[in-house]
């Protein structure tokens, strides 16, 4: 089991996922007609050459999706009892098809459950980093964990 127990998450903690992906056109269409999302923003490359990109931007929800999805192994895998939500999802510069995705998680909280004693919450803030270094996704995920078994 790769995750990590409530106990082994300390406030300040950053985990560098070693985990890279590169973004194809296929992951970009199959999530965007999957989810029924008809914007020419992820589907048309000739509409998106007369705009600011120039070419389509991979959709929102797949870069969330790998950069929660890439953390995983290092940090929920297996210890995981519930995600409980995502807060603060932010995208400050544009994701391509061809681009490498790289993610980091800082712990940013840790508090114990108040309705469940086998259970603590831990604050997570996932980075996402294209090739370049340039930061193009962010979230916070708090996610109630397993505590050690005794």
């Not at 790769?2 to 082994?8: C, L, V």
């Not at 800082?106 to 996402?128: K, L």
């Amino acid at each position: 089991m790769p995750g990590r127990y409530f106990e082994e998450f300390e406030v300040g903690q950053v985990i560098d996922h070693p985990i890279r992906r590169t973004v194809t056109e296929t992951d970009n269409v199959l999530l965007t007609t999957m989810t029924h999302n008809p914007a020419a923003l992820h589907l048309d490359a000739e509409y998106m050459k007369t705009t600011e990109f120039g070419k389509p931007l991979v959709n929102s929800c797949l870069t969330l999706s790998f950069m929660v999805g890439i953390s995983v192994n290092d940090t929920t895998h297996g210890t995981a009892v519930a995600n409980l939500g995502w807060d603060e999802v932010r995208f400050p510069k544009p994701l391509y098809c061809g681009d490498t995705i790289r993610v980091e998680t800082e712990v940013v909280e840790t508090r114990a459950s108040r309705s469940r004693p086998d259970n603590g919450i831990v604050v997570f803030a996932h980075r996402a980093y294209n090739q370049d270094g340039e930061l193009v996704g962010e979230c916070r995920r708090s996610a109630l964990m397993l505590s050690k078994p005794a």
